[in-house]
């Protein structure tokens, strides 16, 4: 069973950055799609990003286009999300899942794994 463990989150201030890790055990990552998503207080689930299983092809949000970036390093079954130029309305839960439903915009947020999250504030 694939379980997942998201890291790095914080409080930046506006135009900062933020590297998310999410750390997969279990299994190996690489034979999933993975994405990241998020959810602000009395909002519902947004997904940023994803990846297909191959790593070929990234999908990213229109309101995080050309700031995030997804990766993965299955050397060490890992999956990151660096965010630049954070702005406050990126302030979030964010969770990272594997197994999408589909690696397209906008992203379902169905998926076979989930993190327990991990806060980012954007604040001055």
């Known amino acids: 069973q694939l379980q997942l463990v998201e890291s790095g989150g914080g409080l930046v201030q506006p135009g900062g950055s933020l590297r998310l890790s999410c750390a997969a055990s279990?299994?190996?990552?690489?034979?999933?799609?993975i994405g990241w998503f998020r959810q602000a207080p009395g909002k519902e689930h947004e997904g940023v990003a994803c990846m297909t299983s191959s790593g070929g092809s990234t999908n990213y949000a229109d309101s995080v286009k050309g700031r995030f970036t997804i990766s993965r390093d299955n050397a060490k079954n890992t999956v990151y999300l660096q965010m630049n130029s954070l702005k406050p309305e990126d302030t979030a839960i964010y969770y990272c899942?594997?197994?999408?439903?589909?690696?397209?915009?906008?992203?379902?947020?169905?998926?076979?794994?989930w993190g327990q999250g991990t806060q980012v504030t954007v604040s001055s």
């Open positions: 279990g299994s190996t990552l690489d034979a999933y799609s």
């Open positions: 899942a594997a197994d999408l439903l589909a690696c397209t915009m906008p992203l379902p947020p169905v998926g076979g794994y």
